[in-house]
């Protein structure tokens, strides 16, 4: 069904390219955040911002549901005739994530396509690096339209160049635009003092953020939490709070719970950078996360019960994992509590990190990408 919905996309695609491009126009792909708090985010308010002559489309998350009820089914027709129409007729359009019906597109050589993608780096393999089958080959053919890969330093250029299957010279180690933030003590603190205006309870908690990545076989089920929150939770004292924060193809899935005064559900809270740097500690385990929380110069744990399985039987890595993340790695509740009750933490090791995938061009990475993508105008 999926295959058949792309292709009829793109065959409204193909009829709209009679249209004149309009070279004004710009249309944001953004099926992976919700919200304007990650790349296409910041890309968008600079643009404004700076009041650039420009016109604003988008294809978001929740334009890709289908159904007959009638909001569903307006968002439907609206998708297949106007959407697409907005897609032939951009003269630049950027996403952050792989847009399959692209697989069965080709843009007029004037167009600009910009991959942000959403994460900062690479930990475990993802796109062609491990995606096989009739998945692998959309995606590959999606991709070959990227003029742009925007990527967050030459240290990963060689896996987003593989994970993407593009060419080395459409890959751009300039900063990826969200990553600002944290050069922006203003906007630090408004997200600071936003985040303890919706939780002002926990103002003075330690908080421990456990942000999992999704594994392949939990998009369409429940994730399988494997953490002993009660033990974890009783060992602590009651100034520690444990923030949970669900991958975004997972967090539709919400964890229930009975520890409401030590345990937050915070999956659905926009701003993911404000709970970073709300966060005394982050525990995660093969996310990309890393490369934003490193900028704090925290503490990181990796919880990673089922690194033999992940490697061996599912995705893999980039590094040899454990000699390549920037803290201790435990297996266990067990062992996590040890290390958050010993307080051992090497922040050499983090700063060590930071300072070998940091972009070598420092702050203003959103700037240096319009002047990349948006120099003639």
């Not at 690479?122 to 009739?134: E, I, L, P």
């Not at 003075?204 to 974890?232: G, Q």
Request: glycine share 4%; with cysteine; aromatic share 16%.
């Amino acid at each position: 069904m999926k295959s058949l919905m792309y292709r009829i996309f793109a065959f409204l695609f193909w009829i709209y390219r009679v249209f004149p491009l309009n070279r004004k126009k710009v249309l944001f792909i953004m099926t992976h955040d919700f919200h304007l708090e990650g790349n296409i985010g910041y890309v968008y308010n600079e643009l404004v911002k700076k009041d650039y002559p420009l016109k604003y489309y988008w294809i978001c998350k929740n334009d890709l549901g289908m159904g007959v009820a009638p909001r569903k089914l307006l968002k439907t027709i609206s998708l297949f005739l106007v959407k697409s129409y907005h897609m032939a007729t951009a003269n630049y359009i950027f996403l952050d994530n792989v847009f399959l019906p692209m697989a069965y597109m080709k843009f007029n050589a004037k167009v600009k396509v910009i991959q942000l993608w959403h994460g900062s780096g690479a930990v475990k393999k993802f796109g062609q690096d491990c995606n096989t089958g009739r998945l692998a080959r959309l995606e590959y053919s999606a991709n070959q339209s990227y003029t742009h890969v925007i990527v967050s330093s030459i240290r990963v250029v060689d896996q987003h160049v593989t994970a993407f299957g593009v060419n080395r010279e459409n890959v751009y180690p300039i900063g990826v635009p969200r990553v600002d933030f944290f050069y922006e003590s203003s906007t630090q603190s408004e997200s600071l003092n936003e985040f303890y205006t919706n939780y002002p309870e926990l103002k003075n908690k330690k908080k421990i953020l456990y942000a999992p990545t999704f594994r392949d076989d939990e998009i369409n089920t429940p994730p399988s939490i494997e953490m002993n929150f009660e033990k974890l939770i009783e060992s602590l004292d009651e100034s520690y709070i444990i923030l949970l924060r669900l991958h975004p193809h997972i967090r539709k899935h919400s964890y229930k719970h009975n520890y409401s005064n030590r345990l937050y559900d915070v999956s659905e809270y926009y701003n993911l950078n404000g709970l970073l740097l709300a966060s005394d500690i982050l525990v995660t385990d093969y996310s990309s996360i890393i490369f934003d929380y490193m900028y704090l110069e925290r503490p990181m744990i990796f919880y990673a019960y089922d690194l033999k399985s992940f490697k061996d039987n599912s995705r893999g890595f980039y590094f040899d994992y454990e000699t390549f993340v920037p803290g201790p790695v435990v297996k266990n509740t067990d062992q996590l509590i040890n290390e958050i009750l010993n307080e051992t933490f090497n922040l050499d090791m983090v700063r060590e990190f930071k300072n070998t995938y940091i972009n070598e061009n420092g702050a203003h990475a959103t700037k240096r990408l319009i002047n990349l993508v948006f120099s003639k105008l």
